[in-house]
């Protein structure tokens, strides 16, 4: 049973320039989180998608989007890029009705030159 | 503002030791604490959680002591082993209709030496 898979694994753009990553869920999962890491800190909550819906956002700016498709996957959309972007983006899959237990991807390591 | 303090930002420790990473929460609307154990390279994994009706949680050598009154909880591992060494988030959640936003502290780099 394949866990939570991210794609790409590593990154490099320039300022300016616009990153799509990607996660497909554990099986059987329906809820996506995303998360963004910068060195040596926690997990940052970036925003939560069920229901191909954001349901839930935390403090991050609307160059930060996403979607969620039917099979569950999930996009994370980064325009603008900035320099401070540049991080390990995680991706969490949980099953809805089942609290707060999140299976966490490998992450995409995002540079931004 | 919902904050997950955590210290220390490392810990070294001999093999057979104790470690002891501490956490203290602000929100008192949280009612989910876990802790993920992250190695270089991947993402968190799940540890061992708690929820604030418990005052302690034992899993095999990892235990979650939890002081509500004090808005503070804490991971101990016993017998600490070299392959414990990675990095340890205490985290915090709302369970708004199974909706799990969670709140992480900043991590605890633990080394553990031979």
């Known amino acids: 049973d394949a866990g939570v898979t991210q794609s790409p694994t590593h990154l490099i753009k320039t300022r300016g320039q616009q990153v799509t990553l990607r996660c497909s869920p554990k099986?059987?999962?329906?809820?996506v989180s995303w998360y963004q890491q910068a060195l040596g800190q926690g997990p940052q909550f970036i925003f939560q998608y069920y229901e191909e819906e954001e349901r839930q956002r935390g403090n991050f700016p609307d160059r930060f989007s996403g979607h969620q498709f039917p099979n569950y996957s999930s996009e994370l959309n980064v325009n603008a890029l900035l320099l401070g972007d540049s991080a390990l983006y995680l991706c969490a899959s949980s099953l809805a009705r089942v609290e707060n237990i999140q299976y966490f991807g490998a992450g995409t390591r995002l540079s931004v030159l | 503002q919902q904050q997950v303090k955590q210290s220390p930002q490392s810990l070294i420790v001999q093999k057979g030791g104790i470690s002891i990473i501490n956490c203290a929460y602000e929100n008192t609307a949280f009612d989910y604490f876990p802790w993920y154990q992250q190695f270089p390279g991947k993402g968190p994994a799940l540890l061992i959680a708690?929820?604030?009706?418990?005052s302690e949680k034992k899993e095999g050598r990892f235990t979650i002591s939890f002081n509500k009154s004090a808005k503070q909880f804490s991971l101990h591992i016993m017998d600490s082993q070299p392959g414990d060494s990675a990095t340890y988030f205490c985290?915090?959640?709302?369970?708004?209709?199974?909706?799990?936003?969670?709140?992480f502290g900043t991590g605890t780099k633990l080394q553990v030496i031979p």
């Open positions: 099986s059987g999962h329906d809820t």
């Open positions: 985290a915090a959640s709302l369970s708004p209709g199974g909706y799990q936003k969670v709140t």
């Open positions: 708690i929820r604030p009706d418990v």
